[in-house]
Structure formats: structure tokens, C-alpha cells
């Protein structure tokens, strides 16, 4: 059972920065994928960045191109998501989540089987 979670969330201005982590733990073999997600009130959950855990490869939402960047450190089992020129419609929670579907990461329907309980952004205008 792989254990996910979050930190790093808060309250930021327009403009400003910042970096959330996902520490994933309880797994025997490293997941395949680990992704972001993010919902705001009232709307439904949205990937934002998925990265292929064996080779490195990250995807990421034409919403936050060159502004958010997904990375994943081995030795830490942590995934991090850089928000960069954060703006008011990135206000969401934001969730860690973990598949081993394979590496189309990206493909719509991908299993992410395991969650963490999410952390949230708010970027105030």
C-alpha cells in the first residue's frame, strides 16, 4: 500500500512562487507514474504534470507550460512540483498520486490507484 503525502501548499500573490512535495512511502517496488492534480470549488480534478518515474520523462498541462515544472528525487522517494508566475486560477487543492499502469503517464484514464489527501493553493490577484 503506497503512502503519499503533501506539503508545501499556501497562500501566495499573483506572481509569486511555490514548491510543493509529495513523499511517497509503504511500497515494495517504485511506482511507474507519479502526477499532480489539482481541483478548485466546484469544478472536477485536472492533471497538471505527470512524470515516468523510470525514465524521466515529464508531461505537463498547456496551462502551466513554462510556469510549473515536476521532478522526482529516487533517494528522497519525494515528488515535487515547482509553481513558478503563480496566478488566482491555480487556486486548488492539490493532489499527489501514484500508478503502475505503465509509462503513458499521460494517456487520459491512466490508473493513479494511490492518493495523498492533498494540500492547497491559494493565489490572491
Known amino acids: 500500500q503506497v503512502q503519499l503525502v503533501e506539503s508545501g501548499g499556501g497562500s501566495v500573490q499573483a506572481g509569486g512562487s511555490l514548491r510543493l512535495s509529495c513523499a511517497a512511502s509503504?511500497?515494495?517496488?517504485?511506482?511507474?507514474?507519479m502526477a499532480w492534480f489539482r481541483q478548485a470549488p466546484g469544478k472536477e480534478r485536472d492533471r497538471v504534470a505527470a512524470?515516468?518515474?523510470?525514465?524521466?520523462?515529464?508531461y505537463s498541462a498547456d496551462s502551466v507550460k513554462g510556469r510549473f515544472t515536476i521532478s522526482h528525487d529516487n533517494a528522497k522517494n519525494t515528488l515535487y512540483l515547482q509553481m513558478n508566475s503563480l496566478k488566482p486560477e491555480d487556486t486548488a487543492m492539490y493532489y499527489c498520486?501514484?500508478?503502475?499502469?505503465?509509462?503513458?503517464?499521460?494517456?487520459?484514464?491512466?490508473?493513479?490507484?494511490?492518493w495523498g489527501q492533498g494540500t492547497q493553493v491559494t493565489v490572491s490577484s
Open positions: 498520486a501514484a500508478g503502475y499502469g505503465g509509462s503513458f503517464c499521460w494517456v487520459r484514464g491512466y490508473n493513479y490507484g494511490y
Open positions: 509503504r511500497y515494495t517496488y517504485s511506482p511507474h507514474c
Open positions: 512524470i515516468y518515474i523510470g525514465g524521466g520523462t515529464t
